[in-house]
């Protein structure tokens, strides 16, 4: 009863959750909570893509020339729908991704954070003015927009990440079309009804200019193959870059590939250790683990060690596990039983490389169908290969040090490269570890956990992470072109390094 209430107060009526008739071509999505099947979609077809391509692209020949300040007018629009709808798409995001109920309104605040960046930033896509070597000269740079941005979307941050890329897109003067996780495609669709009010109230937007199309891989994969899709921002795991990203440079496309981390903590002896063990808590567990930015690995300093881990210790065992629609709880279940599995997996392997495990075994609850589960604390010899993988759960990894050059050695020696920080109150380690040769993440905090970045800075991570930045800063600089101008006002033409050329 409560989850139709949740569906219809999102906006989304029985005709809108059961577009599809089951078949193994429709989508069926299920609630994490309970298990509960909340609708059965028709998805779109390979067929269906050119035009949806075709489309955007009309609406790219039209949004390019709109005034990018009448651009940001869309978005300050839309943030205001936002606003109105948060506490509904909120529910959902609970509902449908099982995030607790905070988080799913911490997730819609993002979407609004975005907004407003972005209005502020339709009035401030510059470019520089560049001192000719020649005189009668003067060179600039403009920046234009770039064409259709797919964004590809991952069940975790089931709306924010197209608010990152769809906020900053539609100021450059981009269409957009999202395709999101195929296991939660209700938020996306709900949040396609707040852009229609969002459209409807701004008035002479071009037709498709935002655009939804539902489905799995094979869809994401007709975005990404189309060589008129001029920016690919996809989010997910490190896998799925490693196929979006070689198929779109094969067509010489823009990617932005947000992709998996494996983010550490050092703690150092001068650390504040309630402070630091309130970030772990917090990094390591919330959303049940299943943040990009999630506390994975910790190095902790030898002397620190055993007081720390009792700490942390005590902190799970207070944590309250369960539905999320409930107040109070702080975590919620993983996304499905293969999650579980998987990290089942994960801590099997961890122990045989040595690893003692705390926690980390299913809790039954009086929803058998959800993947709910104890947060796990493993007190590892060393950073094994099991530590090296993104296992996307609540499984945090516990290692020593005894000095700090081993400890940033460790933390950087991982394939993936999202986000990273240290507790300490020394100014030497603080430093040493934001320098050139200390974290290599994209992200590195100090006395901050590695997860719940503010929308102000870019977004994203190197190595495997993908490399790609979205969000704030000069993020927007992914999603237009470069164009360098160079105007001759003086009755000569000189040739640039002195060059004769006459004739
Ligand atoms: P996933 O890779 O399974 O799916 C992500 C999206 O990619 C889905 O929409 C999926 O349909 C699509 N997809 C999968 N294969 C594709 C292909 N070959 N071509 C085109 N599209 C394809 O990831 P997930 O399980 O939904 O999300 C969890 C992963 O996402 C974790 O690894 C997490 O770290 C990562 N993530 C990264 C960030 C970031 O900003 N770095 C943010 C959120 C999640």
């Known amino acids: 009863m409560l989850h139709k209430e949740i569906l219809a107060s999102a906006g989304l009526s029985p005709a809108d959750l059961y577009s599809g008739t089951p078949s193994s071509q429709a989508i069926t999505v299920h609630s994490p909570i309970d298990g509960v099947e909340l ?5 779109t077809t390979q067929a269906d893509i050119p035009g949806i391509i075709k489309l955007a692209h009309n609406a790219f020949e039209q949004w390019r020339t709109v005034p990018a300040p009448r651009r940001g007018e869309l978005v300050r629009l839309l943030g205001e729908e936002l606003r109105a709808a948060k506490h509904e798409l909120g529910a959902l995001v609970t509902l449908e991704a099982g995030k607790i109920r905070s988080e799913g309104l911490g997730e819609v605040q993002e979407m609004i954070d975005i907004c407003d960046f972005a209005v ?35 069940f975790n941050f089931p709306v924010a990440v197209w608010a990152w890329n769809a906020a900053l897109a539609l100021v ?20 396609t009804k707040i852009v229609e009010r969002a459209l409807a109230r701004f008035g002479d937007a071009p037709n498709g200019l935002l655009q939804l199309v539902i489905g799995g891989a094979d869809i994401g994969d007709a975005l990404v ?25 094969a067509r010489f496309g823009r990617s932005i590939l947000e992709l998996g981390g494996n983010n550490a903590m050092i703690v150092a002896p001068s650390a504040d250790l309630d402070m630091a063990v309130r970030a772990i808590v917090f990094s390591a567990v919330g959303t049940a683990g299943q943040r990009c930015t999630t ?20 902190a799970y065992a207070s944590l309250p596990i369960g539905n999320p629609l409930d107040a109070g709880t702080l975590i919620g279940p993983l996304i499905d039983k293969t999650a579980l599995q998987h990290m089942q997996n994960a801590l099997e392997q961890a122990r045989q490389q040595g690893g003692e495990i705390v926690g980390g075994e299913p809790v039954s609850t009086n929803v058998p169908a959800g993947a709910y589960v104890k947060p796990a604390l493993v007190l590892m010899p060393q950073q094994s290969d099991v530590v090296k993988h993104e296992t996307f759960a609540p499984i945090l990894y516990v290692m020593t040090y005894s000095d700090l050059d081993t400890a940033i050695h460790l933390q950087n020696d991982v394939p993936q490269g999202l986000s990273s920080c240290i507790f300490t109150l020394n100014l030497r380690e603080a430093e040493q570890f934001l320098s050139a040769a200390g974290s290599d993440c ?4 100090v006395n901050i956990g590695p997860s719940g970045a503010e929308i102000g800075g870019a977004f994203g991570g190197e190595k495997e992470t993908g490399g790609g930045r979205e969000s704030g800063s000069d993020a927007w600089r992914g999603y237009m072109r470069r164009q360098t101008n160079t105007i001759n006002y003086s009755s000569q033409l000189p040739l640039a390094q002195g060059v004769k050329f006459d004739f």
């Not at 921002?233 to 440079?249: C, L």
């Not at 030898?302 to 700490?311: F, Q």
């Open 120 to 154: 502020g930033l339709s009035r401030q896509l510059y470019g520089l003015t560049i001192a000719s070597e020649r005189p009668g000269h003067r060179m600039m740079e403009s920046w234009h927009p770039m064409g259709t941005c797919a964004v590809i979307s991952a």
């Open 225 to 249: 193959s189309s060589k008129r899709v001029a920016i690919v921002s996809a989010t997910g795991s490190t896998r799925m870059g490693s196929i979006v990203g070689p198929k779109v440079a």
């Open 39 to 43: 609708a059965c979609l028709k998805p």
């Open 295 to 314: 506390l994975r690995r910790l190095f902790v300093h030898e002397s620190i060690h055993d007081v720390l881990v009792e700490k942390i210790t005590k």
């Open 172 to 191: 450059c003067g981009n269409p957009v079309i999202w395709k999101p996780s195929e296991k939660t495609p209700l938020t996306a669709m709900a949040t």
């Open 442 to 445: 994209g992200i590195a905090n």
